[in-house]
C-alpha cells in the first residue's frame, strides 16, 4: 500500500497525470507549505527581510520559493455589506501542457515525467536561463547566489516515484492544496466552485484549465478576485509556438538581404 | 480596474505590491555583447563571400578582412562571451547532447558551432594566402592550394544564420517588449549586423591603408542599404509595440535607444561616403557603437517591460485588440 492512499486517497502510478488543485478560499496563510516544501527538498533560505507586505517576505516564487503564500489585504465593497477581507493563495510551478520553460531549454534538462509533471535535471541544467524568460508565469529561476541553475518545483518527482503525495499537500491542514490525479482533481475544483457560488460567493471560479493558459495547467487555482490580484496573469502562452513563424520570417529577411548584397557587387564599378 | 467593456491598457491593473509577475533573465553585457559579435561575424563572412565570388580584384580587401573578421568575432569572441556567461566552461557541453528545432537556443548553438568551423577554414585559407602561415610549411602549402568556394558558398547561410537568429532567439520569451517583436526582431538585427559588418570591414582597410575605391563604395552603398531597411524595421516596431513603447522611448533604457538611432542611423547616413580617411573612420566607429547601442536598448527595455507588472498583464490581456 502507498501511503498516498492513506494521506490523498490516491493511488501514484505512472502514466497518468498528476497536479495541484489550489483552493485559495481555505486557506488560512500558515505557511506550512512554504516550509515543508523547503524541509523536504532542501531549497535554500530565504525571505528573511522584513518587506511590509503583509505578512509576505518570500515575496515571489523562484530558486529558493518553490511554494509562495500570497497575503492580499483588500477594503472594498464585497458580498453580504462585507468591506474587509484578507485573500490568501500558495502559488507553484503550473506543470504547464505546454511548458515555455521545457520547449526553451536547449540541453534537455527540463523533462516532462511519468507523471505528466516537468522537472529539472539539476545534472544536465547548465545555467543559461533561457528557461527563465520563457516561463509565462515567472516561476523558474536561477539560483545566481549558488549553483548558477535553473531551479523550480519539481511536484516531489522523489516523492511520486516511492508513492508519497508532495510535501505540501501533506502538511496542508485546510486541505487548501489538493493533490491527485488531474481528472480526480478538475472535478472535485468545480464541484467545489458551483457549491461557493450557491453558498453567495459568485466571484469564485477556476484559473488556470483553459486552453489559453500555456495549454491547460496541471496546478490550477480556485480565486475570487481577478487573477492579477494574486499575481496571475489573463493568459499565458508559450513562446516556442511562435518559433515557426519568427524562423521563417528572419529566413525571407536573409535571403532577401543577401540577394541586396549579392547585387550591389554585380553593379558595374561605374564608380571605380 | 479593467472591466470587459472597454479594452484595458497600461496602468488599467490590480498588481501585487508592484511586484513583477515575470523573471526578465539575467542577460547583460555579454550576450548584449555576443549578439553584437556574432552578428558582426555573420555579416562579414557574407561580405567576404560576395566579394569573393561577385566581385573582382578591387574587392579583395572586402574578402581578406571580411574573413579575418568573422573569425575573430564568430570563433573567438562569441564562444568567450557565451561561456562565461555560462560561468563554468564545461557547462557548454552540456548545449550538445541533443538538437532541439523548437528551442532558438539549441539551433543557434549548433549554428555558431559550425559557423566556427566555416569561418575558421576561410580565415586559414586567407592567412595561408597572406603568408602568416609560412612557419607551417605543409599547413601554409595545404592552405595555399584549397580553395575557398566549397567552404564559402555553404559557410555564407551560417553566416546570415549568426546575424539573423538571435532576434529569434530574443523574441521567443515571454517577456512583453521582446514577445511582441517576434516577427520582425530576426530581420531587425540581421540588417543590423550587415550594417555593422560593412562598417567594421571598413574600418580595417581604412586601418590598414589596404583599400580601393571601388571597395569603399561598395561597402558604403551595402551599409546605406542595411542601415535604410533596419531603420524601417525599427519604424515598424516601435509603432508595432504600442503602449509597451514607453518602456523603449521613456524611462532608463531611452539614452540607449535614441543614441542607437542617432550613432548608428542618423550620423552615418548624414557622413554619405565620406572622402578622408578619417571621415570613414569616424563613420564605421559610429556604426560600430550604434549597433551595440541598438542591442543594449532592446535587451534592457525587454527587462524593463518584464519588470514592470502593468506591462505583464496587458501584454497577457486577451481582451486586448
Ligand atoms: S509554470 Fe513556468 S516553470 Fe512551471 S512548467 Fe510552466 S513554464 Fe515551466
Ligand atoms: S538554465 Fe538549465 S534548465 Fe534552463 S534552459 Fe538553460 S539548460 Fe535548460
Redo the contacts with the bound molecule.
Sequence with gaps: MQEAELTAATRIEAGRSYGFFTDTTVCIGCKACEVACKNWNGVGVDGLEWSGNSYDNTGDLGAQTWRHVAFVEQNKALWHGQTQRWLMMSDVCKHCTRAG?FD????G??IRTEFDTIV?QSD?????????M?CPYGV?E?DLGGSG??QKCTLCYDRLRGGLEPACAKACPTDSIQFGPLDALVERAVDRTVALRHQGIEDAYLWGLDEHQAGGLNAFFLLVDEPEVYNLPRSGTDPADFVAESAWRTTVAALLLGLFTILNFLRAGHDA | MPNDHQPPTLGDYPTYYDKPALKSGHWRWLIIGYFWAGGMAGGSYLLAMIAHLFGDEADRPIARWGRYIAVVMGAVVSPVLLIWDLGKPSRFY?MLRIFKPRSP?SVGTWGLLTFSFFSGMSAFLQAARDGLLRPFGPLARLGKTLPFIPFESIGAFFGLFMSGYTGVLLSNATVPLWAKSYKTKGATFLSSALATASAAITLLMALTDNETPRAIRRLHHVQRGAMIVEGALIAHEVHHLGPLRGYLLRGKVAPHFYSALLCGLVLPLLMRSPRSRAGRILKALLTLVGGFLYRTSAVMGGHASAEDPQAIFYHSDPRRD
Aim: net charge neutral; proline share 4%; glycine share 8%.
Design positions: 520553460c526553451a531549454c536547449p540541453t534538462a527540463i529539472v544536465v541544467c547548465n545555467g543559461c536561463g533561457y528557461c527563465v520563457a523558474i536561477l541553475l535553473a | 552540456n537556443m
